[in-house]
């Protein structure tokens, strides 16, 4: 059975600060990962993916994310964080023969200034 | 380009109505998944469809169905509308592994 874990159900984070989102994964063969960004009352928005190959990958709006297979991890990072990044973000998991997400119940995000 | 689009926007029923939902994929994916998405949690999968095929279904009842049309747009309907049933629906179209989202639609259930 796959499954994604979130840990941090809240962050919040002063302006300019660093974040990292944490997320762990169960799945039985090579894992699909990938991020989203949800806004109030919005559809999700991928920030980015992970296949294969370079373990730190970039996505859009200055997030990275980090795949570590020992640790079954997928932890997003953003250097400076800027008060357009409060929201919800959701990480996911699914596979190449795979026809599902599943996705972790969420880390909201709040910016302070 | 345009994105994935869904309607209607909101809608409000009432126990026991039957409701549908509508999606249209990005131009050129031949893939459509549907989720549903109670408030505080992350979504969850209820279909996908590749090819006008069902390719998978997760754990929801037999009320609700779905089906994509030959310019494989598609169609989420729920029967029997119960209180539990309302959330934010999202579909998903896609050409490979990655899935991109529309806007939702918020199905509230009275």
């Known amino acids: 059975a796959q499954s994604v874990t979130q840990p941090d159900i809240h962050i919040t984070v002063s302006e300019g600060a660093s974040l990292e989102l944490r997320c762990n994964y169960s799945?039985?063969?090579?894992?699909?990962l990938f991020w989203y960004v949800q806004s109030p009352g919005q559809g999700l928005q991928l920030l980015l993916k992970?296949?294969?190959?370079?373990?730190l990958v970039q996505g859009i709006k200055g997030f990275e994310a980090e795949f570590k297979r020992s640790q079954s991890s997928f932890n997003l990072r953003k250097p400076s964080v800027h008060w357009s990044d409060a929201a919800e973000y959701f990480c996911?998991?699914?596979?190449?023969?795979?026809?599902?997400?599943?996705f972790g119940a969420g880390t909201t995000v709040t910016v302070r200034a | 380009d345009a994105g994935v689009t869904q309607s209607p926007t909101h809608l409000i029923k009432t126990r026991g109505q039957h409701v549908t939902l509508r999606c249209s994929p990005i131009?050129?994916?031949?893939?459509v998944s549907w989720y549903q998405q109670v408030l505080g949690q992350g979504p969850q999968f209820i279909f996908q469809y590749y090819e006008k095929e069902e390719r998978g279904r997760g754990n929801f009842p037999d009320r609700f169905s779905a089906r994509q049309f030959p310019n494989y747009s598609s169609e989420l309907n729920v029967n029997a509308l119960l209180l539990g049933d309302s959330a934010l629906y999202l579909c998903?179209?896609?050409?490979?592994?990655?899935?991109?989202f529309g806007p939702g639609t918020r199905l509230t259930v009275t």
């Open positions: 992970y296949f294969s190959g370079d373990t």
């Open positions: 998903a179209s896609s050409l490979g592994a990655e899935q991109y």
């Open positions: 996911a998991v699914g596979g190449s023969n795979d026809y599902k997400l599943s």
């Open positions: 799945y039985g063969a090579t894992p699909y």
């Open positions: 131009s050129g994916h031949k893939s």
